[in-house]
């Protein structure tokens, strides 16, 4: 097998997946992550249509489930609480809707591939890449901790704001689509019953201030949630480095509003997982350079808002392993059949982020506010052939091919009979 050797850039959801399939099918992957340890922190994930066919193949759907996080679907409340408008998970079926039937913490889900990779990958955390050199042989590669080290290949799991695409691809600022809004994710403590119901309140805009929502998602430990406010807002200069600063931001959008959020809120200067990004989506025109290639959100991020980015990064890495596999190491040949596998799925799941658009969680009036509420609530009365298909279309798209074939060359690999 040729190219046997493959760095991965983030130990993240493709990363980690990716790591999997590729040792599975006899390669030596080293994954390198900026972060000290697996990451904590993050929204909670939706795992759909083909993307629950590669959590079954990888073996993690028992953990998976025993992770769930109790979900049951979303509430939009008032400023008192009183729920106005409701969206079950039975309404959308598995793969529908904004609360999937297969729902976990990204935390959890991260570790959980990660400790089903543990013991057969190099995982190196604390590093990150400086530098990248390509050229017929191999992939030279810089270490910020010092000292460089030589791959056959290299794959950037590094998220929208990918080190790799921007070493290898160029600047940032070539592929990033803005889609006008901000979100803001932390853990926090809550004494309201949920139930296992996401709860969501909306503020429309007026008075010079813009439409943004606050909410509270269920932790399967009671009294735990993870918190989450959506602004909509345009680019705002912070430093990224700067924690603080950005929770300034957060707080100085929604202060003085109602609900839970001024105890939220007092919550968020402890809060050790503190994210805030601008909602981005990736667009490229090619995934692969050279030896190089970009997989999840480095190469096609449609939004941290989609509910459809985890099954992205989930379906993508499998593909890639598979095709790698497939055609013996070949990149160049298991590059494009990567890309031709994933890209209406990418397309499409773009599209339809973009034509959701928010959500309805930052409506510009009240009248929007309003119509967002009346819609939801007839939801339940709907043939069940109009409701949720739009995201469940989107995340069937695939037809994963079945790799397991390669899996049978690996025995004969590793005991020196087929290795070329």
Known sequence: MKNRSVLISGAGIAGSTLAYWLHKYGFQPTVVERAAAPRSGGHAVDIRGAARQVAERTGIVARVRQAHTGARGLAFVDREGKRVATMGTDVFGHSGGPVAEMAVLRTDLARILYDATRDDVEYVFGDSITAVGQDEDGVRVDFEKGGSRRFDLLVGADGVHSTVRGLVFGPEQRYIRDLGCYIALFSTTTALEHDGWQLMYTMPGGNGRPGRTAGLYPRPVPGEALAGFFLRSASLGYDKRDI?????????????????????????????????????????????????????????????????GTSLALVGAYILAGELAAADGDHRRAYAAYEREMREFADRAQEFARAAGDGGLMPDSRGQLRLRNLTIRMLPFLPRRLVGRGMEKVADVVELKDYTAFTGAVARDRGGQACR
């Not at 968020?268 to 990736?282: K, S, T």
Request: hydrophobic letters at 40%; a negative charge.
């Open 244 to 308: 603080d600063e950005q929770k300034r931001i957060v707080v100085s959008a929604f202060e003085g509003d109602a609900w839970e959020i001024p105890r939220t809120l007092a919550t968020i200067w402890e809060a050790p997982d503190f994210y805030f990004d601008r909602v981005d989506q990736v667009h490229m025109d090619t995934w692969s350079r050279g030896r190089t290639v970009l997989v999840g959100d480095a190469g096609y991020c449609a939004s941290p808002m989609s509910g459809i």
